[in-house]
């Protein structure tokens, strides 16, 4: 009976440890093989197994398309063990000419497109390499990168590319590790590679010089950069920051005074038909009175059209509106995390990414030298031994038809190595012929020099760098400024100016009456009605406030505790029934109540007064508020409150003032401070009784005050001037009982 197996060994291990040992494991391994570039090639593995595979294939950009499916099967059955969609995306995105700066994939049949429309299945789509795609593997068989072998120890794959094209920056990178993302945008390789050669010639070039070769992204879907100088320098000196990019548009002139606008580039990574939808969607909330329609025109070429609501909204705000409050003005975010040579991940600068790079040429220009070295070395020694061969034909053919074993024979006869012996030994007749000779001797003469000088290459380090000078320069030739892909699409703009929108321009103007009733319950009616009497509130309640107003109005409220608050008048409850409570919209806190509730209009002077005869006047600008807590403008003492507010119209110079003891004062207005806040000065005194109201009038005009009967004006009001602080006189004849103006 055989033996039980021996029992595994059971080790105890903490829960923490052993859940942190694992995630950290997956953590590297999300890191190094799925999330971050590295900094040589600029590829992820996903992508840089799918061109090793697509080169296998044979899929150069002068062959014949295949099946996507046939390379994404390749791909996960020999390098890449993830799922098929992943890979295909991922293939997807690299044929994507709105996706890619420079496209590494060629694809044939639907590819997806800005739209936001996804591919088709990958037995409809075909692809091959592109010419960018070819450079990135220029050099892959001449040893000069390292292999390793597959997930499944059948095959070997590169490590990285040799990279002859600087994709990381060219094409970008994008990706979310565990703890830590990348956000690379893309650039215009001319640009690059003006950088990478200046910096060839000076090693210790300053980013904020390099900036000046590289003064921004250069995105595939075009647009305008409109990020500041100086944060552009910034970002590319850490590594971190981002940019503003807003779409381009144009204005196009049509009959009768009306224009268009018509927007030709949008930012990357914005699909245009969500934009659209998000558009019409505020424009249903009506949070773009501005705009009046927009449609989509697009065909090959971009093209959204944006009618504005009328011909008097300039072009400028509604653009401005539109970059605030749409997709029009997008930020990408640039996080320059990328894997080094050690693969070690970490953020580097602008100037850290140039050098890597060149790092990595210079490493691979000598690793294809080396093995082109030694490739002729071989060839040499191969035509030394035919060279021999030539010399002695007649002896060399009489060994091998008499020699069983021809090649020690020959070995021994003429001090061969094997491999000469064995290049021997496989010529062909046809190559005995004289001609055949001379080409052995021209090309053995060709490889010498060649040899002698790719020797002097390797001892002479300044040749090197200007072998890789001119491979660069060959690269910006290819795909530079010239040609229909190299020509920079991202414009470089000024910063934008800080353009103030009026509440207008934000807002339907539209007509509402504002209501608000004694126990602080505040709604709007559409339209101005014309009799307070039809409005209805609770029972218990009556009306305390009604103003006419636009939904574009500011709203100024003021309270007994001195404080003054600011509600948009759009911001209101509107609809049926009886409003909401105007405590649960401003921070009035409970014993308070309001004194006065008016329009605001910029440029005009308002008087505010407390319970103790106390006031002053303020700029009615200084009173705004920004926050629901409101603003205080009157200071008070601990049994004081503020109980008046007027508006100073324009041309009173006079001051009325009346108090609970049935007292008048009139004085010049000149004799009251201006102050932005305060508690005062004494503008009436009382012996028995505290402010009952105050407002301002014009000499000459008279005295005006106002009863359900009507307007009166009083215009014999010489005995009841004084001084501000004074007591006052009973007021005239007909003055109301309740002492107030209104």
């Not at 009306?258 to 580039?265: D, G, H, N």
């Not at 074993?405 to 021994?412: D, N």
């Not at 000088?453 to 030739?477: F, P």
């Not at 303020?618 to 009157?634: F, I, P, S």
Request: charged residues 30%; neutral net charge; contains cysteine.
């Amino acid at each position: 009976m055989p033996k039980p197996a021996p029992a595994g060994v059971i080790r105890d291990t903490n829960l923490a440890e052993a859940l942190g040992d694992r995630y950290l494991a997956y953590a590297l391994s999300t890191i190094v093989s799925r999330s971050l570039p590295d900094v040589r090639d600029g590829l992820k593995p996903v992508h840089r197994r799918l061109l090793y595979a697509m080169r296998q294939l044979k899929l150069d950009p002068k062959s014949g398309y295949k099946k996507c499916a046939r390379v994404v099967g390749d791909v996960i059955g020999k390098y890449h063990p993830h799922g098929d969609v992943a890979v295909y995306d991922a293939l997807v995105r690299l044929a994507q000419d709105f996706a890619q700066r420079y496209p590494l994939v060629d694809g044939q049949g639907n590819f997806g497109n800005i739209d936001g429309d996804n591919a088709a299945a990958m037995r409809y789509t075909e692809a091959r390499m592109t010419s960018v795609a070819l450079a990135l593997l220029d050099g892959i068989d001449e040893d000069a990168v390292d292999f390793r072998t597959t997930y499944d120890g059948e095959e070997s794959e590169p490590i990285v590319l040799p990279g002859r094209f600087p994709n990381l920056l060219a094409n970008g990178a994008a990706g979310i590790a565990v703890g830590m993302a990348t956000s690379i945008p893309p650039h215009n390789v001319s640009e690059i590679c003006n950088a990478l050669i200046h910096l060839i010639k000076f090693p210790k070039a300053r980013t904020e010089t390099l900036v000046e070769f590289i003064p921004g992204p250069d995105f595939p879907t075009g647009g305008i950069l409109v990020e500041p100088r100086e944060a552009v320098l910034e970002a590319y000196r850490t590594g971190r920051g981002g940019f503003r990019i807003r779409a381009k548009w144009e204005v196009e002139k049509l009959s009768h005074g009306l224009y268009q606008i018509v927007v030709t580039e949008i930012p990357y990574h914005i699909h245009k038909a969500r934009l659209i939808e998000k558009i019409a969607e505020l424009m249903n909330q009506k949070k773009l009175p501005l705009l009046a329609d927009i449609l989509d025109e697009s065909s090959s070429d971009l093209r959204i059209v944006l009618e504005p609501r009328n011909r008097l909204v300039e072009p400028e705000m509604l653009m401005e509106h539109m970059f605030r409050l749409t997709d029009m003005e997008t930020r990408f975010a640039l996080n320059m995390n990328v894997l080094d040579k050690g693969n070690t991940p970490g953020v580097m600068g602008l100037r850290e990414i140039l050098l890597s790079f060149l790092d990595h040429r210079h490493e691979v220009l000598k690793r294809r030298t080396k093995y082109r070295l030694d490739k002729i070395e071989n060839r040499l020694e191969i035509l030394a031994g035919l060279l021999i061969a030539y010399l002695n034909l007649d002896q060399i053919i009489y060994i091998i038809r008499n020699e069983d074993e021809p090649k020690p024979k020959l070995r021994k006869t003429f001090k061969l190595t094997d491999n000469q012996a064995e290049a021997i030994l496989n010529m062909r007749l046809r190559q005995l012929r004289k001609l055949e000779e001379k080409e052995i001797k021209r090309e053995n003469d060709d490889l010498t020099r060649e040899q002698k000088s790719l020797k002097g290459l390797l001892r002479d380090e300044k040749r090197r760098w200007g072998v890789i000078t001119d491979e660069i320069s060959e690269i910006k030739n290819e795909f530079g400024p010239k040609t229909e892909l190299g020509r920079r699409r991202t414009e470089i703009g000024d910063a934008p100016s800080v353009v103030v929108v009026p509440l207008e321009a934000m807002i339907e103007k539209e007509p509402i009456t504002v209501v608000c009733s004694e126990k602080g319950w505040i709604r709007t009616i559409k339209g101005h009605i014309e009799s307070p009497n039809e409005v209805k509130y609770k029972e218990g309640d009556r009306g305390k406030f009604v103003i006419h107003a636009q939904t574009t109005d500011k709203l100024l409220v003021f309270g007994t505790n001195g404080r003054f608050y600011t509600l948009g008048c759009d911001k209101l409850p509107g609809g049926r029934g009886h409003g909401e409570p105007l405590r649960l919209m401003i921070d009035l806190t409970d014993g308070h109540d309001l004194i006065g509730m008016f329009l605001h209009e910029g440029g005009r002077w308002l008087l505010v007064a407390s319970d103790q005869g106390r006031g002053f006047v303020v700029e009615e600008d200084d009173v705004v508020a920004q926050t629901k807590a409101g603003k205080q403008v009157l200071n008070l003492g601990s049994d004081e409150e503020a109980a008046a507010v007027a508006v100073v119209e324009e041309g009173d110079d006079f001051i009325a003032v009346t108090g609970t003891n049935n007292r008048l004062l009139l004085f010049p207005m000149e004799e009251l401070p201006l102050m932005a806040r305060g508690r005062g000065v004494i503008m009436q005194r009382y012996s028995n009784g505290h402010l009952r109201d105050v407002t301002t009038f014009n000499r000459k005009k008279g005295l005006i005050w106002h009863t359900g009967r009507g307007e009166h004006v009083q215009t014999r009001i010489k005995d009841w001037i004084g001084k501000r602080g004074q007591a006052g006189r009973k007021p005239f004849k007909g003055f109301p009982k309740s002492n107030r103006f209104t």
